[in-house]
Structure formats: C-alpha cells, structure tokens
C-alpha cells in the first residue's frame, strides 16, 4: 500500500477538467483534456488493453438555457453524417 498526497491549487481536485450539475439536473463537463497514446512514458506505463480506452467521435452535446433538449455541435469534415446537425446548430 502506497501513501499519497494531493495538492490542488483550486476548491476541487481535477485541474482544467471539472463537471458542474445544474439545477435541473444537466452535468456539463469543462475544461479539456487529450490523451494522446504516443506519449512515451504513457506507453511505458499503462497498459493500453487491459484500460480498455475508447475513442470520443468529434463534438459535442450542448445545454443552451432557453431549450430543453440537448443541442449537437458536430463538425461534418470528420463525421459527414453529421453534416445537418452541423448547419443546424446554434
């Protein structure tokens, strides 16, 4: 067993990355984060396939106040089928 101590400049532990929950019960995530898997001493490391690491298609689902669904940002020139979505967005 390892004994760890965490030091956090801010209120919350994450940095850049954090989630707020809204009043009527959204989480928006802010902030960003790359994990790119050629890092060096990332492959040293981890082990790729026992962490199971997904990939995130390009965009995102956006709270705009005055809807109550959902808006889809999305960029057509890597997902083409999302190109209505694109020109629909706020």
Partial sequence: ???????????????RVQSDVTEDGFVLDRGFAVFIEEYPAAKRLLDYDAL??????PGAL???????????VADPLRQ???????????
């Fill in 1 to 15: 067993s390892q004994s760890v101590v965490l030091l956090e400049a801010s209120e919350t532990l994450g940095g």
């Fill in 52 to 57: 199971q690491l997904g990939k995130f298609l």
């Fill in 62 to 72: 956006v709270k705009i106040r005055t809807r109550t669904r959902l808006a889809k």
């Fill in 80 to 90: 083409p089928e999302d190109l209505l979505a694109a020109i629909a967005a706020p």
